[in-house]
């Protein structure tokens, strides 16, 4: 790689961090299409639904880890907790560029970001997930969360599976889990809900980066 390319690849990627900036800062949140390559997206879903297969997922609940409530009228979603220590080589994938994020606000925007914890989320048809924030009454240090889908290119817009943020303005922005969109927002501003899923099961990686 020559350094004009390795120059370009990184005015590149830092003008993609600015731009998630720019839209937290103007509206708490923002929406990705290109955070992820195909092929990146490709194996972290292969990686999902091996699990997902083996029985490794175990359904959802409500509050953090220490306050956990499994409410089916509020959610319907089975979760994977992902372990960055013993990452496999494509949830390195993952992990390698939310760290890459995680560095470059801290050392941009100062936002003291010293943790993170993500899982994979399956949302099989008919399960949703109600209006909600990601934040809790005993933990408030998850500062932005943080979901990757990783939906098939077979996804449709009628599937239903939507994000739906409520914005501090009294509007609504609704998000179709598309394949390899990455939406970030404001875990203690912005209440959102999943809606019911129809058709084709709905996937992703959900998480969050926390402060001290």
Sequence with gaps: MTEELFEQLDFKLNQQYETIIDDLLEKQYCIVDDFFENEEISRLRGALISQYQEDQFKKSAIGNRTNELVEKAIRGDFILWMNEAEAGE???????????????????????????????????????????????????????????????????????????????????????????????????????????????????ITGWLKTR
Aim: proline share 3%; glycine share 6%; net charge neutral.
């Design 90 to 204: 494509t949830e390195k994938i993952f992990f390698n560029k939310i760290n890459n994020l995680v560095h470059y606000l801290n050392r941009t925007c100062f936002m003291g970001i010293l943790h993170k914890e993500f899982h994979y989320a399956v949302y099989p048809k008919g399960t949703f997930y109600k209006r909600h924030l990601d934040t809790f009454q005993n933990d408030s240090r998850r500062k932005l969360s943080i979901v990757s889908y990783l939906n098939d290119d077979s996804w449709e817009n009628t599937n239903g599976g939507e994000l739906v943020i409520y914005k501090k303005d009294g509007n609504e922005e609704v998000i179709y889990p598309l394949p390899g969109r990455v939406v970030i927002f404001e875990s203690q501003i912005l209440e959102h809900e999943v809606k019911e899923v129809k058709n084709s099961e709905r996937l992703s």
